[in-house]
């Protein structure tokens, strides 16, 4: 597609369940970034890939969350044991060019809104 | 590592009118600001950036201003319109981190006709 896509668009699970959440970046995009968006705030970095390892997992919150790249294009983050403070819009980023000084611009995603009962 | 503050949090302009959006950050080394622009329940979308070697950039009724000395830079829109109506953000690239984004906490702008 033209832009970056994420599903599913809306989330609604349980306290203790298992949730993945999909990221399909711009074609050609080499970087994904995942970030966390709760209600009034900025988006909060998670992590990034350059191609199809993790280049950064340091805003990753615990061990509960994880996110892969197998083929360095969509990426799943995957959180384990949600809580109800894991409840807000995770943002999907992607980009052309990242790295050695120079930062390109980020596209988002529409998110996906998570909500923990 | 770096931190983002961003202010007003909110702000209400009569249309025509200009609005002006400030940021500081930490980090000496960051090298890239955008400012995005986030509708209810839309995706951030990027409305103007601007590169540490440059001061200030301008698109039509935006523009935006860096500060390196001083480590803050700002957004202004002139001639607002209702359609500006939105929340802002801005953000930090520390050098050589793979281009990820440290955003500030964003300001609700609006703009009565």
């Known amino acids: 597609g033209a832009g970056v896509s994420q599903t599913p668009s809306n989330k609604v699970t349980e306290k203790g369940k298992y949730v993945e959440l999909r990221c399909d970046p711009i074609s050609g995009h080499t970087a994904l970034y995942w970030y966390r968006q709760s209600l009034g705030q900025g988006p909060e970095f998670l992590i990034y890939f350059q191609g199809t390892g993790a280049a950064d997992d340091s805003g990753l919150p615990n061990d509960r969350f994880f996110a892969v790249r197998p083929e360095g294009s969509v990426s799943t983050l995957k959180i384990q044991r949600t809580e109800r403070g894991d409840s807000a819009v995770y943002l999907c980023?992607?980009?052309?060019?990242?790295?050695?000084?120079?930062?390109?611009?980020?596209?988002f995603g529409e998110g996906s809104r998570l909500t923990v009962l | 590592g770096e931190n983002v503050e961003q202010h007003p949090s909110t702000l209400s302009v009569q249309e025509g009118d200009s609005a002006v959006i400030k940021c500081t950050y930490s980090d000496s080394a960051s090298n890239y600001f955008p400012w995005y622009k986030q509708e209810l329940g839309k995706r951030p979308q990027l409305i103007i950036d601007i590169r540490s070697n440059v001061g200030e950039k301008k698109d039509q009724r935006i523009a935006v201003t860096l500060n390196k000395t001083a480590k803050h830079f700002s957004l202004h829109i002139t001639e607002t319109q209702p359609e500006d109506s939105a929340v802002y953000f801005c953000a930090a690239s520390p050098y050589n981190q793979g281009g990820k984004l440290i955003f500030g906490q964003g300001t609700e702008l609006s703009v009565k006709p």
């Open positions: 980023a992607s980009s052309l060019l990242a790295g050695g000084g120079y930062t390109g611009e980020l596209f």
